[in-house]
């Protein structure tokens, strides 16, 4: 049911022409989910609507910096004439409030996933931007509204979050005329930069120290293998979501082409995180195991224990043509 | 002697008549020395000029990506017209290749840092430049070469290495507006990233997270202590210099503002060294310890066993003012 793309110009005519706007961004919202909706709810405020960022989970200690007022739990908050879901295309990626979503009269979606449903009135879906950021960003150009150093913190914090800094291959030409055109609105760039990414819990510093330490190497280096058990999460203290980093810390070591992280939900259920350099088809692997992915990024599940996954997987790995 | 600047134009007409050039970037070439060099060198072959990077020591194994026969070990590979230190303003940043810059018969210093000496013939020193590739950047378009991918990619590690990934205080619009400008000349940014900032031995990373497992935190959590041993290292296999990264871990941590990180260089030296996030002075504290530094980052050597420094450091810690 994928639309055609709503311009920038009638979605932001809807949202002039609105009193009382609603902003959805996804569960476990990351930096680009915050500062798209707090960038567009700034925006609204400015312009005397009623607005609000709906959420039914706590934000990321990290990205709390973002919100000032913004957000909130209450769903009778208002009855808005307008809801705007941002990063996200579907009302599963907010399930406990879709039913809020589908209430206003009119619905947006705003959002740069490839898999997104274009299910609202009206769309603008651009899998081709780094950063949900950046069309938001396109919107407050096109609605006339001026940038403010809030407003371009926000959208500075999406733009961070998804490009991994300027790092990842999604990041264009575009994005860093965005960001120096942020300057003039007077950002203070390192802070943001700082608050995303140097506030993390010590239990993470410690579990990935731990997972760090589980490191086994395959082909003379070219693969490392490492795993989380319950029992370290545990001792350390630290939630399974804290090891997310730790796959792509094995990847970033010279010579690995191929980095398998292990994690254990449950005594039956080992989740797989793969990550390839150059040129292992991760999403192949995958596949052998029942999962899915990306070339260089994929994963799978295996209902077993830890000791027995560990060897399939040692197994396969050992016996993978790319490798040798 | 510190003279006003020349400008690009100035050192452009130097550049373009001279017929053999040798390019001097600073011993422990970061990023930013080798990728500023690069890309001058490049620009100069294009140009048809005889010109080498000379250097006096390895080039680290994440910045080798940017020498292709660019660099050069040999002290008579040419006798240069014109010598070009970059990154750097004094000879002492490159000891023993200080006679062979000043043998030329004209010396040209392209730098941004402010203790620049401004030493040469010609000089462009300007500490407002984020990167010295910055500067490079402009000198190439005022000698009107064409930047191709490789000069651009040469750049970019510049850029990216000495803004911490546009994440430091000293990225400026004029750095984004470069970067926007080097995916004209079609660099693959992601690649250079991640060469730059992927690429670690497995050693540091078993080392990082065997110094991570000492913290002790003091004041709840305010302060974070962490040590490393000689015989941590031998475990490890890493050296000493892998472990730098490590205070900038800890004081990454939500709720640190100050971090100790003690480093045994020999069974009676141990280095400390300090950083703080927001209002701790560390260089007060340095200097109790006879050290020196700033007031976000300082360091002192203590010449006693590594629990005695311990101990001595904690107590103070324990009894500064300004974390209670």
């Known amino acids: 049911m994928k639309t055609s793309n709503s311009t920038f110009e009638e979605i932001g005519k809807i949202l002039s022409s609105a009193g009382k706007v609603l902003i959805f961004p996804h569960v476990n919202a990351d930096g680009d989910a915050i500062g798209s ?11 005397g609507k009623d ?7 706590d934000i990321a200690g990290n990205l709390k910096f973002l919100d000032d007022g913004l957000t909130t739990f209450d769903m009778d908050a ?25 209430e206003a ?42 940038i403010d150093k809030q407003i371009g913190e926000a959208i500075f914090a999406g733009i961070l979050t998804d490009t991994g800094s300027f790092r990842y291959s999604n990041t264009q030409k575009e994005t860093h005329l965005i960001a120096a055109e942020l300057y003039d ?3 203070d760039a390192a802070t943001v930069a700082q608050e995303i990414f140097e506030t993390m819990r010590m239990e993470r510093l410690r579990i990935e120290s731990r997972a760090i330490e589980t490191m086994a190497t ?6 490392v293998l490492a795993y989380v058990t319950q029992k370290m999460l545990e001792e350390t203290g630290a939630s399974m979501d804290e090891t997310e980093g730790v796959v792509g810390q094995l990847r970033s070591i010279a010579g690995v082409e191929l980095a398998v992280f292990m994690k254990e939900y449950g005594p039956e259920e080992i989740k797989v995180s793969l990550r390839s350099k150059k040129y292992v088809d991760v999403a ?30 040692k197994e396969y790995v050992m016996n993978m043509a790319e490798m040798k």
């Open 37 to 47: 909706s707090a960038a567009l709810c700034r925006v609204l405020r400015k312009m």
């Open 105 to 146: 009269p009119v619905t947006v979606c705003i959002d740069h996933h490839g898999t997104s449903k274009g299910f609202c009135t009206y769309n603008h879906i651009d899998p081709g931007a780094a950063a949900t950021a950046q069309l938001i960003f396109r919107l407050i150009k096109a609605m006339g509204v001026e």
């Open 185 to 187: 609105s007077g950002i």
């Open 218 to 223: 395959l082909h003379g280096g070219k693969a």
């Open 284 to 313: 192949e692997m995958s596949s052998h195991f029942g999962g899915g992915g990306h070339e260089r990024a994929a994963g799978f599940t295996l209902r077993c224990s830890m000791s027995e996954a560990f060897d399939r997987v």
């Open 78 to 102: 208002l009855d808005a004439d307008v809801s705007v879901c941002v990063d996200c295309g579907e009302t599963g990626r907010f399930p406990k409030r879709a039913d809020k979503f589908m």
């Open 51 to 57: 607005a609000f960022i709906l959420i039914e989970d």
